[in-house]
């Protein structure tokens, strides 16, 4: 039996499982958080949209969580505590609620939701998504060059051979 969801406090940070990637938002109470969406998005229709990436700018939201999450699984991921204390919660609620409505820069890699939520939080700005997907990328670019060089060292031997 899968255990329930904790109910979030205020300041934490949720995690949304979209499909193919992660969206943030941070608890604020009274079941709200705020986060960041593309302009496009129809006010009230949740679901942030991986169209955010396809734009330099989002809007800074207040909606419910039950919105924001829709069918998606959430959780609470307060996962930078132990390295980073975080700011005063009177402090990270008054900075989030003061951007609320307010369009801000957005950019995948350096200014997106992660990094939206962990600015809150921690004063740091963060993304271990793009972290982690950079890591893959030159993981995957090491592999191929080495299967290039293989390629080239079997070439140039079966030539040497003939």
């Not at 991921?77 to 609320?100: C, F």
Request: charged residues 25%; proline residues 6%.
């Amino acid at each position: 039996m899968l255990a329930p969801i904790p109910e979030p406090k205020p300041g934490d940070l949720i995690e949304i499982f979209r499909p193919m990637y992660r969206h943030w938002a941070i608890y604020v109470g009274d079941g709200y958080v705020i986060h960041l969406a593309p302009p496009s998005e129809i006010a009230g229709a949740g679901a942030a949209s991986i169209m955010s990436a396809l734009t330099d700018k989002a809007i800074v939201k207040k909606e419910l969580l039950c919105h924001v999450a829709g069918k998606d699984k959430y959780q609470v991921n307060n996962k930078h505590d132990e390295e980073y204390t975080p700011l005063p919660l009177s402090k990270i609620i008054q900075r989030a609620e003061r951007l609320v409505g307010q369009e801000v820069l957005y950019r995948l890699t350096s200014e997106n939701c992660e990094h939206f939520v962990n600015e809150l939080r921690y004063g740091v700005p963060r993304s271990d998504q793009v972290r982690d997907a950079v890591k893959a990328v030159g993981i995957a670019g090491v592999g191929l060059a080495a299967l290039g060089l293989v390629g080239v060292m079997l070439s140039r031997n079966k030539k040497q051979k003939q």
